[in-house]
């Protein structure tokens, strides 16, 4: 059914449905009986609860960020049996982002190029719908694990992109449980030389100093690219270890169009540049995971996103060494089911 729903859906272009989506699923959410119907049992399976960071996940398959930016569909989304979400990217300043149109499909790939730009709230508007959210919800609904996956703005210099930084984990620090540092999305300019040593000790190094301060520090995590060199992922396993970080998100969107095969290039060309994810990524998303986890001996926990659509992509992540799974393309292609899919395929 969702197959003949999303042929119809990919007529119109892909933000404007985005939206017209999750306002579709809110208002089905309140019809009585609905909600048990998209959240089957499998979500809630005792054999899929995880321990990790601290913190029980009531199944391993999460939602990457990007896809929530500003915390405005976390009933609808923990409706679908999400065992966690990760909103954001979150910015200290509200920004419109990059100009429209920004969101391509791939069908042909399974895959979507974005250079949406960090578009968002702003921090305090996010926090503060975080803050209503959790009180209104009750204490069952309170177990869904909120992570926040925090940026600088556009405008900032890469010099002081640490204050960027700081001021969303302090914002965010009592509305979420963990804490995404997302210096290597391809579409704010200068981003990713963010992702160099010792630009990365300097940003890293000063949330944990300030994380260390609280009596009840958040994980600390930072979102890796999947186009980092291998001295590259050395350093930033070795400086993950330095600083005691909880864990790596591996991986971000890539900017290399050699899979597309399928694709003419002057299409490709006049699409321009943004990161690209879903089943092209799928491959180098898991080698990427593989190489940390056997690099670190598995000291440090693996987030594995990128080219995620069925339990047997999950099970592949896992079987690499990651310790939880994060779904976005994937969900846009398979739809509302996907995570009781993969939680059925894996139990």
């Known amino acids: ?166 001021a969303c984990f302090r914002e965010l620090f009592d509305c979420v449980d963990y804490f995404v540092v997302n210096v290597s999305s391809p579409n704010t300019p200068g981003l990713r030389a963010l992702q160099e040593r010792d630009s990365l000790n300097k940003i890293l190094g000063h949330l944990q100093t300030l994380n260390r301060q609280h009596p009840s520090p958040k994980p600390l995590l930072l979102k890796i690219a999947p186009d980092l060199s291998e001295p590259q992922l050395d350093d930033v396993i070795d400086l993950a270890l330095e600083i005691g970080l909880d864990g790596l998100v591996a991986a971000n969107t890539t900017i290399d169009r050699s899979a597309l095969t399928a694709i003419p290039a002057k299409k490709i060309a006049k699409i321009g540049a943004g990161g690209l994810s879903g089943a092209p990524l799928k491959d180098r998303s898991t080698a990427i995971v593989r190489y940390i986890c056997q690099k670190t001996g598995g000291r440090i926990p693996v987030i594995a996103s990128g080219g995620i659509f069925t339990a047997a992509d999950a099970r592949e992540k896992f079987e690499a060494g990651a310790a939880l799974v994060q779904v976005w393309t994937g969900f846009i292609y398979q739809g509302p089911s996907i995570v009781a899919d993969i939680c059925k395929g894996l139990l």
């Not at 042929?7 to 999750?22: A, C, D, I, K, Q």
């Open 1 to 166: 059914m969702y197959t003949l729903l999303r042929r119809m859906l990919f007529w119109f272009p892909p933000e404007n449905v985005h939206y017209f989506s999750m306002n579709c699923l809110s208002l089905a959410g309140k019809i009585p009986g609905v909600r048990t119907l998209f959240r089957p049992s499998s979500t809630a399976a005792p054999r899929l609860k995880k321990q990790l960071f601290g913190l029980e996940f009531i199944n391993p398959v999460g939602l990457a960020a990007g896809f929530d930016k500003n915390a405005a569909y976390l009933t609808e989304l923990q409706m679908l049996g999400f065992g966690f979400i990760e909103i954001g990217t979150v910015t200290p300043k509200p920004q419109p982002g990059n100009d429209k149109p920004r969101l391509f499909r791939l069908p042909e790939h399974r895959a979507i190029i974005n250079r949406m730009g960090f578009n968002n709230d702003g921090v305090k508007v996010v926090a503060e719908r975080l803050r209503q959210w959790r009180n209104r919800r009750t204490e069952s609904q309170r177990r869904m694990i909120i992570g926040g996956n925090i940026g600088k703005n556009k405008a900032t210099p890469n010099e002081d992109a640490w204050k960027d930084y700081e």
